[in-house]
């Protein structure tokens, strides 16, 4: 057992200093199976960006188009509160010409090697630009920002703008194509939030109660106006406490929840216990399907993509909170119809 332990040790040793010698490497450089060469300032080469989360690379794909090449760091189902970098992550990040990341402690576990690669190259926070005023914190102490920034579509609208400003300043001779991007996709974004008040308001009001397994919802309810309870702390990395499940249970009986939700990248079980407790106390709640939270839906799908993620959101609550909406969404292309159990 102690020479277990102490193997473990060293391997966990000798990753943390593979990492640091990758950190040192020149920027501007990639491997090939001869080693490091230089990749020079070729301007008809796409821009190779990396970018930490889904939502945070759709907004560079929508706004550098054919300009950019993006490394996507974290994939479908990946709880971005938890991710640790991998020494293929460092390679991608040294190999980029520039670096997006959503902010706000979102990948906390990132902020050391993000803070280092920052002297070399462009790093990025897409919520820099926002206003301390619009930015939630998790209490009425403000000590812990709420990350979720995404969950409310005209917020995230905003950060397109900081989106398409990196990429004309790293590349001025195309500002152009990035500016005219932006504003195509704040359209279209500014439609998707339209759409998410309309089928929020379709909710009785007595029914607009939001249960989720962790606490990536409160922009949502504060945009489109629902109560919103997690059972889990902002971070994922926090066990749910019975007393919070025992008080959601008394919200859900109390307010006769009809459904609950749970999320893509979060495990079930402390939804489950809510969902239990008020079985027990003889008010029969359902699952009313998975929402999208800190991950998007699969690659190469509609929910795959920002647009297809908070339409899914939007299309799956409001149906199962007794509210109207189109089974396949706003514009007919999620994947299957969403109905309510």
């Not at 001869?34 to 907004?59: E, Q």
Request: glycine content about 10%; aromatic content about 6%.
């Amino acid at each position: 057992m102690i020479s277990f332990r102490l193997r473990s040790i060293d391997l966990f040793r000798v990753h943390a200093v593979a990492i640091a010698v990758l950190l040192t490497l020149p920027i501007g450089c990639e491997a090939d199976s001869g080693g490091v060469i230089s990749v020079g300032n070729d301007p008809n080469r796409p821009i190779r960006v990396v970018a930490t989360v889904g939502m945070v690379a759709d907004i560079v794909r929508e706004v550098g188009g054919e300009r950019v090449n993006v490394t996507q760091l974290m994939g479908p189902g990946v709880d971005p509160h938890l991710y640790k970098g991998t020494r293929d992550d460092v390679r991608s990040i040294l190999a980029s010409d520039m670096v997006f990341y959503g902010g706000l402690m979102l990948e906390g576990k990132l902020i050391d090697m993000l803070e280092k690669v920052s002297n070399k190259k462009p790093v990025i926070a897409a919520t820099k630009g926002l206003s301390p005023q619009s930015i939630l914190s998790e209490d009425d102490s403000g000590a812990h920002a709420d990350p979720h920034v995404w969950m409310d579509v005209s917020l995230w609208a905003k950060c397109v703008d900081v989106v398409a400003d990196a990429l004309a300043d790293y590349d001025p001779e195309h500002a152009s194509i990035y500016r005219v991007a932006a504003t195509e996709y704040q359209a279209k974004l500014a439609e998707l939030h339209q759409y998410g008040k309309q089928v929020i308001q379709t909710v009785p009001p007595e029914g607009r109660v939001l249960i989720t397994s962790h606490d990536a919802f409160a922009y949502f309810g504060r945009a489109y106006g629902l109560d919103v309870f997690g059972v889990q702390g902002l971070s994922t990395d926090s066990e749910a406490g019975l007393r919070q499940i025992n008080s959601l249970v008394d919200t859900i009986v109390k307010r006769k929840v009809a459904a609950v939700f749970v999320e893509s990248s979060v495990p079930r079980k402390s939804i489950l216990a809510v969902v239990d407790g008020a079985a027990s106390r003889g008010h029969g709640v359902v699952i009313g399907g998975e929402l999208y939270s800190d991950a998007m839906g699969a690659g190469g799908t509609y929910e795959g993509t920002y647009v297809g993620m908070l339409e899914h959101n939007l299309t799956i609550v409001a149906r199962a909170l007794g509210g109207v909406a189109p089974e396949r969404g706003m514009q007919g292309l999620l994947r299957e119809p969403i109905g309510y159990p």
